[in-house]
């Protein structure tokens, strides 16, 4: 649009009017403001000339021949281009109808024949202004719609009383909504924020309007189709020129991209690519926490430092591709063995999978938050090493990965990341020189502790098969008569290279493992074996009583556990008594009393063994059909010289008499102790006095002499069959 079209550059006016000499005398009046002017006859004339000259302003007759102007108008405002051209109407016929129709088909402003022609002049630039006012400030708004789109950026208001919103269009975007169906307000918006966060506008609304002054957050929004995406929000409070709050202005940002970005920078430096496992960056700072948290708490921690064998080997022959799948497996595997940790843990450290993590290249480290002793870390390293045995099966090939495991621990082996984690290494590489596919502790004695724990173990796991348990014998004996009414059976394992192991030393190890359950099942017929066959040999019906521990008795098999071993024995259930500490029955009561019922449902008895150190109260005893206390040695050994223990053995004789129980004092060393007891009237002992533990054999030999040499023993038995 220059050289010979510049002078149309001026300012053009279209002149629509039927009359010649008012054209003429509009265009001199209009040429003398410096417009350009171009004439039309009636309206259809006008609109044609419109659509070739484009005019800036259109100065229109209303009555002309073919069509009026207020059709000519309407025509105009039909055309894109002319749909904001100032149109001035000037009419003869200045009544509010003509003035009516004029706005209704589109004209801009009128003027009302005759023409004040110099009027006319400026009435025409002002109108020219205003236009240009109103296009600049469409354009400024258009620019900055814009602009909030490609920020993804909407601004609001919202009036604090009413709630009610005003929302810019890229506000609707943002939400996902339809501007057509969806009413801005507070209610509105809020369902449109996740439901966590919604407090948190309430929370800022409440700030800003308390202090006067501006707020931000981010806050999730859950679109239509249910993604979430994060905003950042931003507003202001107005005021009204009382300075009371009026209103909230406001711009909400999508940022979800930025937050994405932020994610992915964080992931970056916190976490491992290949194996999307914590990398050493994040695994020293958890670990600094970890271990704060476990010096406040006294824990024990034990980190495992894994390194792969020979993976440079696997590396160089099978390519590095293969190897960073072989690293990707190896490191789903171990969050796989993790996950399934048993008891090992006093807490639950491995729950999260970010226990363990990639130090890079084919080294991984394990920690574990709390564990009860070292040689748990033991085990979990043998888990760790087991998951890795199974073949790898990728890409057609199948290898076989064995690792090297360093542990260390804390306190014991360092107070800091850095000395643990070197200490894990340099076990480490003594494993690697034990062999490999091992693992070894950073301390000595630990090796060793952890060794002995885990051959004991692995020796008991064979004990059953091997048959190296065998029972024990003692008798139990009423000091009025003499006569041994009953037997505790007491399980002795026959270790082939230890010699004879006491319970002591096992059972805590068998209730840990869960082979307490096989060896108790045994137990269990090896007593009731042995219980028939000194009945079937005429000794009369002996109460053999059995141990129980916590494991078994919270077993859901129990009660067929012991018919089954009945029936297999053909024992007299009777004759059979259950033997549970007082703090195992303690320990839920509802169940315990379930158990206990089903069990005396069956005909057995139960009695409660180290009775007095258990705390169980006096309630639960009342409620628990139980018939026997044993009185716990510890408090028989110094009945004659304590007071205290001496009045803790009277009050329980006095409470089993009044609960309607019998009472059998264990441990009774001495006759001191032995005339002690009977004063307070306790009759049942157990103890060295009157007969050591001893094996089967031994056992009926103190039968056969009772039977023998004191009548009155066999005849009390007999009295006692009679009695059921
Ligand atoms: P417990 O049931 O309280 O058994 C009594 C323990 O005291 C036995 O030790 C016995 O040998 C010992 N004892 C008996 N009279 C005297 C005495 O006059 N003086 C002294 N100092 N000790 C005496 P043992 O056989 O070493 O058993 C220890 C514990 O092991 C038992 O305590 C019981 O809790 C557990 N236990 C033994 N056999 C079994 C079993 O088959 N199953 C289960 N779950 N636990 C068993
Ligand atoms: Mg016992
Ligand atoms: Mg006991």
Known sequence: MSGPDAPEKRTLILVVDDDTAIRELVREALEHFQFAVVEARNGRDGVASFTAHKPDLVLMDVRMPEMDGFQATAALRQIPAAATTPILILTGLDDTDSIRRAYEAGATDFASKPINLFVLGHRVRYMLRAKRTVDDLRESEARLAHAQRIARLGNWERELKSGRMRWSDEMYRIFGVDPKTFTPNLQAYLELMQSQDRELVARATGEAVRQEGPYSFDARIVMPDGAVRHVHEQAEIVLDEDGTPLRLSGTTQDITERKQTEDQIRFLAYYDGLTRLPNRALFMERLNQALAAAQRQGRTLAMLFLDLDRFKRINDTLGHTFGDRLLQAVSERLKKCLRSTDTIARGDPLTSSDSVARLGGDEFIVTITDIARGEDAAKIAHRVLDSLNEPFKLEEHEVVVTGSIGISLFPHDGADVET?????????????????????????????????????????????????????????????????????????????????????????????????????????????????????????????????????????????????????????????????????????????????????????????????????????????????????????????????????????????????????????????????????????????????????????????????????PARAATRRRAAR
Request: hydrophobic share 40%; charged share 25%; net charge negative.
């Open 420 to 712: 643990l984690l070197k200490n894990a290494d340099s076990a480490m590489y003594h494993a690697k020189d034990a062999g490999r596919g091992t693992y070894q502790f950073y301390s000595k004695s630990m090796n060793a502790a952890a060794f002995q724990r885990l051959a004991l173990e692995n020796a008991l796991r064979k004990a059953l098969e091997r048959e190296e348990f065998m029972l024990y014998f003692q008798p139990q004996v009423d000091v009025s008569t003499g006569a041994i009414f009953g037997v505790e059976a007491l399980i002795r394992w026959k270790h082939p290279d230890l010699g004879m192991v006491s319970p002591a030393d096992f059972i805590p190890l068998a209730e840990e493992t869960g082979l307490i359950l096989p060896i108790g099942e045994w137990v269990l017929r090896a007593a009731g074996t042995q219980g028939k066959a000194w009945q079937d040999a005429g000794f009369g019906p002996l109460i053999v009583a059995v141990n129980l521990s916590g494991r078994q008795f919270r077993q859901q098999q129990l009660v067929q556990t012991v018919e089954e071993a009945l029936q297999a024995t053909g024992f007299d259930p009777h004759c059979l008594e259950l033997e549970i500490t007082e703090s195992i029955l303690v320990q839920s009561v509802d169940d315990t009393l379930t158990t206990l019922k089903r069990v005396r449902a069956m005909g057995l008895r139960v009695s409660v063994d180290d009775f007095g150190t258990g705390y169980s109260s006096l309630t639960y005893l009342r409620r628990f059909p139980i018939d026997t206390l044993k009185i716990d040695q510890s408090f028989t050994r110094d009945i004659a010289t304590d007071a205290g223990d001496a009045a803790i053995t009277a009050a329980i004789i006095a409470m089993s008499q009044g609960l309607k129980m019998a009472v059998i004092a264990e441990g009774v060393e001495t006759e001191e102790q032995r005339d002690y007891l009977l004063q307070r009237g306790c009759r049942l002992m157990q103890g060295y006095l009157f007969g050591r533990p001893v094996p089967a054999d031994q056992f009926r030999l103190l039968l056969e002499k009772q039977a023998s040499g004191q009548k009155r």
